[in-house]
């Protein structure tokens, strides 16, 4: 399964740095907007690893679907939002990078609260490349 | 800008600006600070009104500011001051003093209610995201729905163009000297007229729905609601104002916290459209505050 969570000392570490920016995430529009922590655990940090299959730039996030695939050879999809587009545009970020020409990318994410499986909050992404995109940052 | 009854040509106009520039710097130092400030000339329409045609940049991601490190990538979205107080510490520097952490440094600016009204108020924020309409691409009403983003003006109509989160909408403001609609249908963005106060449009909407709140925070209102709007075009840019009243349920009259918008250049991007995949998922009521 391509699911690493994190050790415990460096994700706990991340997390509080997160946990200290993440108002700051969700007060992102004009318009109202509920909170990132009402619909995804930032208590947990898993890392996935993929190729994204579409993204939808749209309003009030942005989602990409992530196909992972498992130890056992079966692909999972995840679904999972990110920060609004006018957020995304801001730091030079658009579809196309997102979308990585479908090389594998590395992701960190925020698992629903709800049980819901394969969603989640992405917080980071990391392309074959080398390049990244964090949302909130690390500390590095 | 000035205007003069005998001036009936846009040449006329023109060559009475030039003449005339020496004597306005003589006697009107608030002309001079004016125009130093921006000094662009404001476009006028043939019945020489400031023409607010354009798209308009208002800045309200301003207070984001994203870190991009040298091989692109982007390492911080939002929160970034926390990263930019880690390298500064780590480089044995004070960090920076903090940057505002929305487009008017959180300052809270919230509509006062009546006092039978503030408990009702209070349930609404508390429970936002159960009954905030525009968290689910609802029509976000006016003022909340803030300056728009394109203007196209003609002498008896102008149009504002937005880009919300919520989708594209366009309010029709008519200057031709009507009245409001006999008899109309409520909306959203209300029934619009507006007309010229020197050089300010002023636009009067009322006819709203109550489908709508004035901020995030459960500031409700009623189909009495009027909002007043001034635009002010300098140069290339417009101080936008805006004012609810709602005698029924407001203590006072609302004034939005001003915006200074800016002419973009740039081509006015095709809305998106909202597309509301969250609030299935929403476990509990947490949400954040955006002051106005």
């Known amino acids: ?140 | 800008m000035l205007s003069n009854p005998v001036i009936s040509t846009r040449k006329d106009r023109s060559r009475f600006v030039l003449l005339t520039l020496a004597t306005l710097t003589m006697i009107s130092p608030f002309h001079i600070a004016a125009q130093s400030e921006n000094s662009t000339p404001t476009p006028l329409l043939p019945n020489d009104k400031p023409d607010l045609t354009g798209t308009w940049y208002n800045d309200e991601m301003g207070w984001i500011n994203p870190i991009i490190d040298e091989d692109g990538s982007i390492v911080c979205i939002v929160g970034c001051e926390l990263l930019v107080a880690a390298r500064a510490r780590a480089r044995g520097e004070e960090p920076p003093a903090a940057a505002p952490s929305s487009y008017n440094d959180g300052a809270p600016n919230r509509p006062l209610y009546k006092a039978q009204y503030q408990e009702r108020v209070k349930e609404l924020d508390e429970r936002q995201v159960e009954f905030d309409p525009a968290l689910r691409c609802g029509n976000p009403g006016l003022p909340r729905i803030g300056p728009p983003d394109s203007i196209s003006q003609r002498t008896d109509q102008v149009i504002f163009m937005y880009e919300d989160l919520g989708g594209a909408f366009f309010r029709i403001i008519y200057t031709d000297g009507r009245d409001h609609w006999d008899n109309p249908e409520t909306t959203f963005l209300g029934d619009s007229i507006g007309y010229w106060d020197g050089d300010t449009l002023v636009v009067e909407a009322v006819n709203f729905n109550d489908e709508t709140w004035l901020i995030d925070d459960g500031a409700f209102h009623t189909r009495g609601l009027k909002v007043t709007e001034r635009l002010s075009r300098v140069g290339d840019t417009i101080l936008y104002q805006a004012t609810a009243e709602d005698p029924e349920v407001l203590a006072e009259p609302w004034e939005m916290t001003p915006r200074t918008l800016v002419l973009d250049a740039n081509p006015q991007m095709e809305p998106l459209p909202c597309v509301e995949l969250d609030m299935d998922h929403i476990v509990d009521g947490t949400h954040h505050d955006n002051a106005r």
């Open chain 1, 1 to 140: 399964m391509s699911i690493n969570p994190k050790s415990h000392r460096s994700v706990f570490s991340m997390i509080k740095l997160i946990l200290a920016a993440i108002a700051l995430v969700v007060t992102a529009q004009a318009t109202g907007h509920h909170s990132v922590t009402g619909q995804f655990d930032v208590s947990q940090l898993l890392e996935l690893e993929g190729t994204v299959q579409r993204v939808r730039w749209v309003n009030p996030h942005i989602y990409i679907q992530l196909e992972v695939t498992e130890e056992n050879g079966e692909a999972t999809l995840w679904s999972l939002g990110t920060v609004p587009v006018a957020m995304a545009r801001r730091a030079g970020l658009n579809a196309d990078r997102l979308m990585s020409n479908g090389e594998p990318v590395s992701v960190t994410v925020f698992p629903a609260r709800d049980g819901t499986a394969n969603l989640g909050w992405m917080n980071s992404i990391e392309f074959s490349d080398g390049t990244s995109v964090s949302i909130v940052p690390d500390r590095r």
